[in-house]
């Protein structure tokens, strides 16, 4: 392994790598220089053996340097975590992915959802993508409340016959199948049963005590020439499109907010 440091407009970039890794760091360092990158680590371990461990820049514009144990919210990865916390029930024999739903969430089997299999939920098939209920201010933090919204509505298709990206909703809809099968929720179980064993430093509902190390999100500016797409048009002018439902109806989240981050939100809020 290779010591590395680099001083950049963002600041120090610094870490270990393989030399036989260089691309990687050439392409990190790249993301400063070239692209605006304000923060950022970058880690690969192949075959149990870490070949890259690079980190730098800051954790805002300005802010203080990102180090090496600096955290940030990786969006759509928890959806692997959570995903895994799922197999690992299936490899024990605790969930059947063949098996309905409502043999471990019987409060899920109605309107329409009555057939809905375990592996509808994590195939994003099970056809509740997004909710049509006008969500409260803070729902994404309220575990209880998302998954009672879920049992009560509709699905927007038959399970089963077509997918569409739980973008946000895997949250509940596997969440609550490993906490019914499991007995304890999301969070604890990758936690007692994933990241503890392993000594990984990677939460669903970062604790309290991390809150220190965590870099906020920052938000790109709009893209002028995206305003006119069919996408953004069905996001701002149609309540009913799959886009608005999506983008516009959560509840007002504050994906920086001490609230957000130690929610349990499996598919999108681990860090």
């Not at 036989?20 to 990158?37: G, L, Q, S």
């Amino acid at each position: 392994m290779e010591n590395f440091s680099r001083e950049t407009k963002a600041g120090t970039l610094e870490g270990t790598y393989d030399p036989k890794f260089k691309p990687v760091v050439d392409a990190f360092v790249e993301n400063f220089e070239t692209r605006d990158e304000v923060g950022a680590n970058a880690s690969i371990t192949l075959e149990g053996k870490t070949v890259v461990d690079i980190w730098g820049g800051k954790k805002a514009r300005g802010g203080e340097p990102w180090v090496k144990d600096t955290v940030s919210l990786v969006f759509s990865c928890t959806k692997g975590a959570t995903s895994l916390c799922a197999h690992m029930l299936a490899d024990r024999g605790k969930l059947d992915l063949d098996a309905k739903v409502a043999d471990y969430w019987p409060e899920y089997a109605k309107n329409g959802k009555e057939e809905t299999l375990v592996s509808m939920m994590l195939d994003h098939s099970a056809g509740q993508p997004h909710l049509r209920t006008k969500l409260k201010d803070g729902a994404y933090y309220d575990y209880d409340y998302m998954v009672k919204l879920l049992e009560e509505e509709e699905p927007f298709w038959k399970p089963g016959v077509r997918n569409g990206y739980h973008g946000v909703t895997l949250a509940w809809t596997v969440g609550e199948l490993v906490h019914r099968a499991a007995g304890k929720r999301m969070g604890k179980f990758f936690a007692d049963e994933v990241a503890k064993p392993l000594g990984i430093d990677f939460w669903i509902g970062t604790p309290e005590e991390i809150e220190p190390r965590v870099a906020p999100m920052i938000f790109a500016e709009p893209d002028p020439a995206a305003a006119g797409s069919k996408f953004t048009q069905a996001v701002m002018n149609d309540p009913t499109s799959p886009a608005h439902l999506f983008l516009l109806n959560s509840g007002n989240t504050d994906f920086n907010s001490r609230e957000c981050h130690a929610a349990e939100i499996g598919s999108a809020n681990g860090m």
